[in-house]
């Protein structure tokens, strides 16, 4: 600190540039949607809205802060997406991205967060956001490393080109 300022390395910066030297990213499977026969758009059900809510509530004691929450063109992604921005107030809001979809290739999203220079959240499906999850970690797809339950949050941090689980948030 100089000048009771802090400097950029001391934010998680590097001393030789202003690149992060790590940074968090939170992957998000939708919450419960309603049952096909029920209604073919397959929007949250109650019980998945408020499961969202109560991870959306955890997420801002626990002070995460991402700069835009992404999700996949399924309504029921959609619906998690806002009802997780209304509570993290994402700087450059929420928005419908190619590449998490359920079926989707993790490596897409992966190139995505390694791209990225601000934290996101990704909102997706199943099986897609757990062979993610099991890329960044162990650089197999098919290697399981998370049980994704519905509206199940899971903070990851990628420090330098190494990426770690940091915690897990399931409702309660």
């Known amino acids: 600190m100089i000048n009771g300022i802090l400097q950029p390395w001391e934010q998680g910066f590097s001393k030789s540039c202003s690149v992060p030297v790590f940074m968090d990213f939170y992957l998000v499977r939708h919450g419960e949607a309603k049952a096909e026969q029920e209604d073919p758009k397959?929007?949250?059900s109650e019980l998945?809205?408020?499961?969202?809510e109560s991870v959306a509530?955890?997420?801002?004691?626990?002070?995460?802060?991402?700069?835009?929450?992404?999700?996949s063109d399924k309504l029921r992604a959609k619906q998690t997406a806002e009802i997780l921005a209304e509570s993290l107030f994402?700087?450059?809001?929420?928005?419908?991205?190619?590449?998490?979809?359920?079926?989707?290739?993790?490596?897409?999203?992966?190139?995505?967060l390694e791209l990225a220079d601000e934290p996101l959240m990704l909102v997706g499906h199943l099986p897609h956001i757990g062979r993610?999850?099991?890329l960044l970690i162990s650089g197999d797809p098919e290697r399981v490393v998370v049980d994704f339950r519905p509206a199940a949050i899971v903070c990851f941090s990628r420090?330098?080109?190494?990426w770690k689980m940091k915690w897990t948030l399931t409702p309660l």
């Open 132 to 134: 993610l999850a099991s």
């Open 90 to 112: 994402p700087r450059l809001g929420v928005r419908q991205v190619q590449g998490l979809s359920p079926n989707d290739d993790p490596v897409i999203a992966k190139m995505e």
């Open 48 to 52: 998945g809205r408020r499961e969202v």
């Open 57 to 71: 509530r955890a997420t801002v004691a626990r002070g995460v802060r991402v700069s835009e929450v992404l999700h």
């Open 42 to 44: 397959r929007p949250l």
């Open 159 to 162: 420090v330098e080109k190494a």
